[in-house]
């Protein structure tokens, strides 16, 4: 399912300009939205799921206007909204509380809901778990919780905002896993600011920044745009002054860093493969 998005603005009370003019096509498959903290991607996910309006602009999904209520209508039927932090009953079991939202969601008929249910415990590896009480539950759990609730209604686009935060080095490995499977026949848009999940995940990927979109395309594109712009150097005397000291790891009598500069910071400076996240560095450095 596509999104297009056109001269999107949110401003807030204040004069916040969350988003500002954003122009963006979504494609159908595993799609990364990369920012830091504060960079308008909160608020454009709210704005997909319907529950913020835009201040101008235009957004599409499937061809939907979700500015119109008919639009937003057709939209949220279609569409799986994970959001950064899920509310949910703690006393309930997984069982039970994915039962009421199936219901919320008007899936009426309890052997349908049944069905369901027991599939998408089963997606998330929860089927062990279902009739425990959420309030035993770790942050990885009620993050897999939080995606079997948003794929109830078998939505076309799925959208996920800032899921691993927080979340253990195995059981991120495990959802990020998750979300490419999820991708076989969706649109899934995942939101955050952890470099390693996108580059883990997704082939393509659009970066904000204060609002505005500052990269729109593969991932091999971005980082090939760090080329001869990152480099290590090793030295036992002070850190080198020249460029953007991205790492810095002991190494016999000295110190081995990793610099993103424009040119060699230093005579003895050796240029180094990029990685996304360098490439992601060197994309918010000023005058970039």
């Not at 998330?124 to 919780?145: I, N, Q």
């Not at 490995?173 to 390693?196: K, M, N, P, Y």
Request: aromatic share 4%; hydrophobic share 40%.
């Amino acid at each position: 399912m596509r999104i297009e998005i056109s001269r999107l603005t949110k401003t807030y009370r204040g004069g916040v300009h969350a988003l500002d003019g954003l122009d963006l096509d979504v494609p159908t498959g595993m799609y990364g939205l990369l920012g830091s903290n504060g960079a308008g991607k909160t608020t454009l996910m709210r704005i997909l799921a319907g529950l913020l309006s835009p201040t101008s602009g235009t957004v599409r999904v499937g061809g939907h206007d979700v500015a119109t209520a008919d639009g937003r209508l057709a939209v949220q039927r279609t569409l799986g909204y994970l959001p950064q932090s899920l509310g949910v009953y703690p006393d309930l079991t997984a069982r039970q509380f994915l039962d009421y939202i199936a219901l919320l969601k008007g899936l009426d008929s309890r052997p349908s809901r049944r069905r369901r249910i027991g599939e998408l415990l089963e997606t998330v590896a929860l089927t062990p778990d279902a009739d425990r009480r959420l309030k035993g539950f770790s942050g990885g759990m009620l993050r897999r919780v939080g995606i079997a609730q948003a794929l109830l209604a078998d939505p076309r686009l799925l959208v996920v905002d800032e899921p691993t935060t927080g979340l253990d080095p195995e059981e991120r490995i495990r959802f990020r896993i998750l979300l490419s499977r999820l991708a076989g026949d969706r649109t899934v848009l995942l939101s955050t600011h952890i470099v390693e999940d996108v580059a883990q995940t997704c082939r393509s990927l659009a970066v904000l920044d204060k609002g505005r979109l500052v990269f729109q395309g593969d991932v091999g594109e971005l980082v090939s745009r760090a080329d001869r712009r990152v480099w290590t150097l090793t030295t036992s005397g002070p850190a080198p002054s020249e460029g953007r000291i991205v790492a810095a790891l002991p190494e016999g009598a000295g110190t081995r860093y990793r610099i993103i500069a424009p040119t060699a910071p230093g005579p003895s400076a050796q240029p180094a493969e990029p990685t996304l996240e360098d490439s992601y560095l060197a994309l918010m450095e000023p005058g970039r």
